[in-house]
């Protein structure tokens, strides 16, 4: 079982760059690849990266690609979304998660968050 509490959201305007945690409970925490979603206002939750039990893989969404880069701690069970120059339509609750595995669907997690809001003005 792993709990997960995210933090470091907030509002700020496009071009910023903001920095989301997520702290585990866990002693499983070293195994498990991390991942963030997010869910804008109105459309479904979406995959925006992930990152393996060692952090030596990552894989991100095309729309946050080159921009969002995701790293972990495995001593401080931590892991952590750096977002850099921020759109508009990054504007959404962000949602850690853990022990993702890759479907025909997609990436699929066993564990969640419960969100933190980052909002980005124009």
């Known amino acids: 079982q792993v709990q997960l509490v995210e933090s470091g959201g907030g509002s700020v305007q496009a071009g910023d760059s903001l920095r989301l945690s997520c702290a585990a409970s866990?002693?499983?925490?070293?195994?498990?690849?991390m991942g963030w979603f997010r869910q804008a206002p109105g459309k479904d939750r979406e995959f925006v990266g992930r990152i393996n039990w060692i952090g030596s893989s990552t894989d991100y969404a095309d729309s946050v690609k080159d921009r969002f880069t995701i790293s972990r701690d495995n001593a401080k069970n931590t892991v952590y979304l750096h977002m850099n120059r921020l759109k508009p339509e990054d504007t959404a609750v962000y949602y850690c998660?853990?022990?993702?595995?890759?479907?025909?669907?997609?990436?699929?997690?066993?564990?969640w968050g419960q969100g933190t809001q980052v909002t980005v003005s124009s």
């Open positions: 998660a853990a022990n993702l595995i890759k479907y025909v669907s997609g990436w699929t997690p066993s564990y």
């Open positions: 866990g002693r499983a925490f070293g195994s498990y690849s």
